[in-house]
């Protein structure tokens, strides 16, 4: 579980719509503390501007200071964070844990995440010399310099800005439940085995909430503003982007091999207009309002529909 920070004991009293479109609970939570390596799934945590806390705070990076994924290196997907109190531990098959400070940092350095160049801090040569063993390349690791704001595109955020860390491009990633039932019945019609969330790389998983009418598979897809029922009021996130999918789907999290029987399947039914025909699966969100609110599994979930 996460360590989480106290937002005082202030309340706000406001209730969801009762006459939303949609009704959901969060019924998975997920950070990626390092970006392209195993998430961590959690029970509650400390919603940010830039997402949920720690989630792509640490990035790996080649010799250029270009950061690197389960694109070229696959194995990223078998290193394993846990967070502590004061510390991300890092494991992998074959190697010692890895204990990084979450409270320190050594040298600024300049780095590249997709086009953009941003201030981060290198961790030292104990935890490059841990990457480079296991992944086989003359690696560091690197953590985003929170003073810094990397904004999300304002072709999909309009006049909102939206800060996020190392992460693809947006502060969150939500997928329902029952989209990924929709994948592994067309999967299965084929014969092939199903697939597990974590191939997604949620942060936020929709699913059903009692009483109300089951998710359809991708409802998120037509979501504008959702609405989470916290212990300190409401959260707004509105999303924004579907999510495009590369490879990575393709890679199993528990071996790293990877087989193109997801991408395959996603081609018959997901590409997507809204992006020139990209594949998406799960849709891109921004923090409207709520930041340092904290999202726990169960909590409520209320959106209503758009339509282009």
């Not at 309002?289 to 409520?300: A, N, W």
């Amino acid at each position: 579980m996460l360590d989480v920070k106290s937002e005082g004991n202030w309340q706000v009293t406001e209730s969801l719509s009762e006459t939303s479109d949609l009704l959901a609970t969060i019924a998975g939570l997920w950070v990626y503390p390092v970006k392209s390596c195993a998430g961590v799934e959690v029970r509650e945590a400390l919603l940010l501007e830039t997402g949920l806390e720690f989630d792509r705070a640490w990035m790996v990076v080649d010799e250029r200071g270009v950061f690197v994924t389960q694109r070229e290196m696959p194995r990223m997907a078998l290193i394993q964070p846990q967070l502590k109190h004061h510390d991300m531990v890092l494991r992998a098959p074959g190697m010692l844990a890895l204990h990084v400070a979450l409270d320190q940092v050594e040298e600024a350095v300049r780095v590249r995440v997709w086009d953009d160049e941003v201030p981060a801090y290198d961790m030292g040569p104990i935890a490059a010399q841990w990457f480079s063993d296991f992944l086989g390349a003359r690696l560091r690791l690197v953590r985003f310099d929170p003073a810094h704001k990397r904004l999300s595109s304002p072709q999909w955020t309009g006049e909102q800005e939206a800060p996020n860390q190392f992460s693809d491009g947006f502060p969150l990633v939500v997928v329902s439940q029952a989209s990924l039932d929709h994948l592994n019945a067309k999967l299965a019609a084929r014969g092939v085995a199903p697939v597990v969330m974590a191939r997604f790389r949620p942060n936020i998983v929709l699913g059903h909430r009692a009483g109300a009418s089951e998710l359809a598979p991708h409802d998120e897809d037509r979501l504008d503003l959702l609405e989470i029922t916290t212990g300190q009021g409401v959260v707004k996130l509105r999303a924004v982007k579907p999510c495009l999918r590369c490879p990575i789907p393709n890679i199993d999290p528990l071996t790293a091999i990877a087989s193109p029987e997801v991408g395959d399947m996603l081609q018959t039914y997901r590409q997507d207009a809204r992006v020139k025909g990209a594949l998406t699966f799960g849709m891109n969100a921004i923090v409207q309002r709520g930041d340092e609110h904290l999202l726990k599994l169960g909590q409520d979930i209320a959106a209503n529909y758009v339509f282009a």
